[in-house]
C-alpha cells in the first residue's frame, strides 16, 4: 500500500524581526534608488549647464568684440560731426569746405552704428526655463545683470539715436545734392558709387538753413555721446561676465 505525505499547508509565522529586515531592503532598494536617479539628474543637469555656459562665453566674447568695434566707430562719429559743425557755421564757404560738407555729411549723420548683441544662449535659457540650471544663485544674477535692464536701457538709447539720424536724413534734403553720392546696383545685386567730382555745391547755402542743420547735427552728437557712455559700461560688464564666467566653470 501506497502512503501519500501531504504538504504542510501551515507556515511558520513570521517573527517581528524577520519582518524589519525585509522591510529595511525594500526601504534601502527605494532610497538608493531614488539617489541614483537623483545623481543622474544632477550628472545631466550640470553637464547641460556647462554646455550653456560655454555657448555663453562664445557670446560674450562676441559681444565685446562688437562693442570696441561700435564705440570705436561712434567716438569717430562725434569727432566727423564736431568737424561738419564747424564749416555748416562758417560765415563763408569755399568749393573744398562744400565738398566736405558733402563727405562728412555721409559719413557721420546719415547712418547709424549700432551694437547687436549676440543672445541666442540667454534667450534659449529663458524661453526654456533652464536658468534654473546654474548651479548657484550668484551666477544666475551675475547673468541676467547684463542680460536685463542694462541691455534693455541701451537698446531704447538706440531707438531714440536712430530717430534722430532719420530726423536729420530728411532735413538734409534741402541742403544736399544727392545725385552726388547716389549709389548704383549692378547686375549681380552690388552697389557701387561714382568718384566723387571736384565741385559739389549746396542747394542751398542760406546761413538759417546751414545753422538749423547743424543744430540737429549736435543733437545727434549729443544722442551719441550718451550711447557711448552706456557702451562703456555694457563693455565693463560684458569683460566682467566673461572672466567670471572662464575661471568659474575652468573654461577658456
Known sequence: MEVHHHPDLHHKR???????????????????????????????????????????????????????????????????????????????????????????NSRYVSNVTSMVWSDGTIRQLLTSGNLRLMSEQGTSDSIMNYYGVNKDIVSGQTDILSESVKRAYFAAEDIFDRSFIKQEMHKDSSFSRKPLPDTMKL??????????????????????????????????????????????????
Open 14 to 104: 513570521k517573527n517581528f524581526k524577520e519582518y524589519f529586515l525585509e522591510f529595511l531592503m525594500i526601504f534601502l532598494a527605494v532610497t538608493m534608488g531614488f539617489f541614483a536617479e537623483s545623481i543622474r539628474e544632477h550628472l545631466a543637469d550640470s553637464s547641460k549647464e556647462k554646455q550653456y555656459i560655454k555657448s555663453m562665453i562664445a557670446d560674450l566674447k562676441n559681444d565685446t568684440a562688437m562693442l570696441r568695434d561700435v564705440i570705436d566707430n561712434n567716438i569717430k562719429r562725434v569727432s566727423g560731426i564736431d568737424t561738419l559743425s564747424s564749416l555748416l557755421n562758417k560765415a563763408s564757404l569755399t568749393v573744398d569746405d562744400e565738398k566736405q560738407i558733402y563727405i562728412l
Open 203 to 252: 542747394l542751398s547755402k542760406e546761413r538759417t538753413v546751414l545753422k538749423k542743420y547743424s543744430q540737429m547735427t549736435l543733437t545727434t552728437q549729443g544722442l551719441i555721446n550718451n550711447y557711448l557712455s552706456m557702451l562703456f559700461e555694457m563693455y565693463k560688464h560684458a569683460e566682467s561676465l566673461l572672466l567670471f564666467l572662464q575661471a568659474k566653470y575652468d573654461i577658456k
